[in-house]
């Protein structure tokens, strides 16, 4: 069975990353499109990562799998003990758990690596948002802007660890973010020069000039993208075949909300003209690690590159009012290839085919009820989608507030998707 390699790059817009590619930027990420199958990857409006990525894990849309990160944040360390062994499988559709306080949880679709978790696949998330009722059964679990050892959560419903001999690697990529090479700093300025600010600024406070504010946020998110590329290439080298990764990598669709402006020759100080180049090389620094990562991948590997949405050329808001909520962004990216994926520019591509498109890939018959098609079979391909946004989803109530996860709701408040 072919292993999967998922890789998504939060925000990566098709039209930049064509240009670096066309201007041989892009080596690595040239090599993989011209290789195998590509598409603009149409997506829901709002474009809401959240529930994007939780729709590209399971296959159906937000009023299906109604899943929403940190709302209802079940600690799985605890609730799922032997004792609830009366449930023999908790994460089919539809089925209940019983929970501390009497209330009955609903679980929805399962994500696709615990579809082939079944089948004997090994299996590793690294990156996502905090998935919640969705389990992450693998072996590693990193949520979202998290990368202490501290927080790697080690959940089972077996009561079992599935990753201790990897705390000594996390261990030594665990760094302070003034303690990264000066070089990777200055990677992304134009003098190659780093501002002492950039280590000295924090994003809690308020009356500072929005260069630096923005300063300190892309500091957090690249320290986060290194460490988890750096985790993830760990685990591919460790994973017994066949297995499933997935790599969220959130870094350039932050830097985009960021310094778009920039890419449009809008500078709101002399200072962060140096950062004009930031987001090409973004992209840059997200081809290298796309390169390490095909170099160790078994030949059996089919390795798909996916963005959630894109960005327009034009998006711009003053820092004050810059949010992640991107609302109506253009269509993402989608690129597959590997072991026996046709070559060329497919047609329709839509995120609620992601699913069933691995599924194809691996030989598992997808749902009947899922409403996207595997990419593959572009025949008479016809999807009607609804976006997310006239969907009526159920809202949380005050008792669940108690099962929130307070970092993941801050991370939340600051990208704009919760108030």
């Not at 693998?138 to 419903?157: C, E, I």
């Amino acid at each position: 069975m072919p292993n999967i390699l998922m890789l998504g790059i939060d925000g990566m817009e098709w039209h930049i990353a064509n240009k670096l590619i066309d201007s041989g930027e892009l080596p690595n990420i040239s090599a993989l499109k011209n290789s195998g199958a590509y598409a603009p990857l149409r997506t829901f409006k709002p474009t809401s990562s959240p529930f994007i990525w939780n729709t590209i894990f399971t296959g159906y849309n937000p009023e299906i799998h109604q899943l929403r990160p940190s709302v209802i944040s079940l600690p799985f360390n605890t609730i799922f003990k032997r004792s609830h062994s009366a449930f023999p499988d908790p994460f089919q559709i539809g089925a209940e758990l019983l929970v501390p306080g009497n209330r009955r949880i609903t679980h929805y679709p399962l994500a696709y690596w615990e579809i082939l978790m079944r089948i004997g696949y090994s299996s590793a998330v690294i990156g996502t948002w905090e998935l919640s009722p969705l389990s992450c059964r693998g072996l590693v679990n990193l949520t979202v802007n998290r990368y202490s050892t501290d927080n790697l959560s080690k959940m089972s419903l077996e009561g079992d660890y599935f990753y201790n001999e990897l705390d000594e690697f996390v261990e030594s990529i665990n760094i302070r973010q003034d303690q990264i090479p000066f070089s990777e700093w200055s990677y992304f300025t134009i003098s190659g020069e780093v501002p002492e600010e950039l280590f000295t600024t924090t994003n809690n406070k308020q009356d500072i000039e929005p260069w630096l504010k923005r300063l300190a946020y892309f500091r957090t998110v690249y320290a986060t993208d290194r460490f988890r590329f750096l985790l993830g290439k760990q685990v591919l080298s460790t994973l017994q075949q066949p297995f499933s990764l997935m790599l969220y990598l959130q870094g350039l669709d932050i830097t985009s909300h960021y310094y778009m402006h920039l890419f449009r020759d809008r500078y709101d100080s002399i200072e962060e003209n140096d950062f004009k180049e930031i987001i090409p090389r973004y992209y840059r620094k997200i081809d290298e690690w796309v390169g390490d990562l095909i170099s160790i991948a078994p030949p059996n590997t089919v390795i798909l590159l996916l963005s959630d949405h894109g960005f327009d050329l034009d998006y711009v808001q003053p820092f004050q009012t810059m949010t992640g909520f991107h609302l109506f962004a253009p269509d993402g990216v989608f690129i597959i290839a590997g072991h026996n994926i046709p070559k060329g520019e497919l047609e329709k591509v839509h995120i609620l085919d992601i699913t069933p498109t691995i599924l194809d890939i691996v030989g598992v018959p997808e749902l009947i009820s899922m409403q996207g098609r595997s990419a593959l079979l572009q025949d008479d391909y016809n999807i009607h989608i609804k976006d997310w946004y006239s969907m009526q989803i159920k809202a949380m109530s005050p008792e669940d507030s108690r099962f929130r996860n307070p970092e993941i709701d801050k991370r939340l408040r600051e990208l704009g998707y919760i108030k």
